[in-house]
């Protein structure tokens, strides 16, 4: 923290699961893009490379905090055990340095690097080199979490040899029905005037998040008082810019004033779950073929858990729930399929009873009090 990212909630959930059984830690991680009015002394922080949208991404940008990362692990006080989160360079420097200070590391799953660089085109050689990594970094861990059951299949056949599946989960501390809404002033402000649809989160190249913009670009007519806010940073957000464009052009066609879609900055945590509260629904994506087709994006659990339903769109393990547990709708990664979602009568799923049964779901089955917990186990286990 305070990066807003599914990684940072599981990690700090894991920290409070840590404290929560006795323990001690120290987290090393990079230096956030805005200065922190106040800081944890435990938290050693490292300067990084970011791109021009804030994030730390690729070989380069990983190794600015790898390699000084490294010698830092040399000379702290020895810990007793490491939780190390990908990429697979950290998890490489992380191995070398425990093997040094022969100390136990833990590695934290959430996807198969080596699958995902693959399938999104990389070079031969980087996805070789990734592979490799990866196996590594597997076959050195004394032991792993993984995310979902389709990551622990693959991280055996690479090489891990004691994994545990902890599925993803929701703070419901922050995502809950408790909290407010947008008020009606800071809709205004934002442009919102109507019942709004909303994507709130990451929007990267395997996401897909695209496929909402061209749905509801098909859905969307003077006639139908709806709105779609897109609230995060991306790859995908430069496009949904392209369309809002397009449907504003549209909307000022027919004599309305105001922007069918429109396209916010990134927000924190408690901002976005206002926004969820008061969502018809919350769109949620993951581009089949892109090497994550066995993810369980977080952005369903924190929707559900603010009493959202949702439209979901393509792969992935949490179209089950969603059919199963009557959570919203799950359909293929179509605009055409999705456009026809946007027109379900969504007001008829926002009773209170509605909302109360998504949010005590995520509760008692996905929360990421319950996640920490059993990653906090887990990982004292190899404490001697």
Not at 252 to 264: E, I
């Amino acid at each position: 923290m305070p990066e807003v990212a599914a990684a940072s909630f599981r990690i700090a959930a894991v920290e409070r699961g840590i404290r929560d059984i006795g323990r001690s830690l120290r987290a090393l991680t990079t230096r956030p893009p805005a200065p922190l009015q106040s800081e944890d002394k435990s938290v050693i922080r490292l300067p990084v490379l970011r791109d021009k949208d804030g994030y730390v991404k690729g070989i380069l940008n990983y190794l600015s905090f790898d390699i000084p990362a490294f010698f830092r692990l040399l000379v702290v006080r020895r810990p007793r055990v490491i939780l190390v989160e990908p990429p697979p360079t950290t998890g490489t420097v992380v191995r070398i340095a425990a093997a040094f200070r022969r100390v136990p590391y833990v590695w934290y799953a959430a996807d198969i690097w080596g699958d995902a660089t693959k399938i999104m085109g990389a070079s031969r050689p980087v996805v070789w080199g990734v592979r490799q990594m990866e196996k590594f970094v597997l076959r050195g861990a004394a032991g792993v979490i993984a995310v979902s059951e389709g990551v622990a299949q693959r991280v055996n056949e690479l090489g891990s040899t004691n994994t545990i599946v902890i599925p993803n989960g929701a703070d419901t501390s922050i995502f809950n029905l408790d909290g407010e809404k947008m008020s009606q002033a800071e809709l205004r402000a934002a442009g919102v005037q109507h019942p709004y649809f909303i994507y709130a989160g990451t929007a990267s190249q395997w996401q897909g998040a695209e496929v909402f913009a061209d749905a509801f670009a098909k859905y969307w007519q003077p006639d139908r008082n709806r709105q779609f806010v897109v609230i995060g940073r991306g790859t995908s957000l430069s496009y949904f810019r392209e369309v809002a464009t397009s449907l504003r052009e549209d909307a000022r066609a027919a004599g309305l004033d105001y922007d069918p879609l429109v396209v916010l900055d990134q927000v924190d945590s408690a901002t976005a779950a206002r926004w969820q509260r008061g969502a018809l629904a919350a769109t949620v994506s993951i581009k089949p073929g892109q090497g994550y087709d066995f993810a369980y994006p977080t952005k369903v659990l924190t929707a559900l858990a603010c009493g959202t339903p949702i439209i979901y769109s393509g792969a992935g393990a949490a179209t089950i729930d969603i059919d199963q547990h009557n959570l919203g709708s799950a359909v293929p990664y179509d605009s055409h399929a999705v456009a026809g979602e946007f027109a379900r009568p969504w007001e008829q799923w926002t009773t209170a009873e509605d909302r109360l049964r998504r949010h005590r779901w995520v509760v008692d089955n996905r929360s990421m009090k319950a996640t920490g917990e059993a990653a906090a186990q887990f990982i004292s286990s190899f404490i001697a």
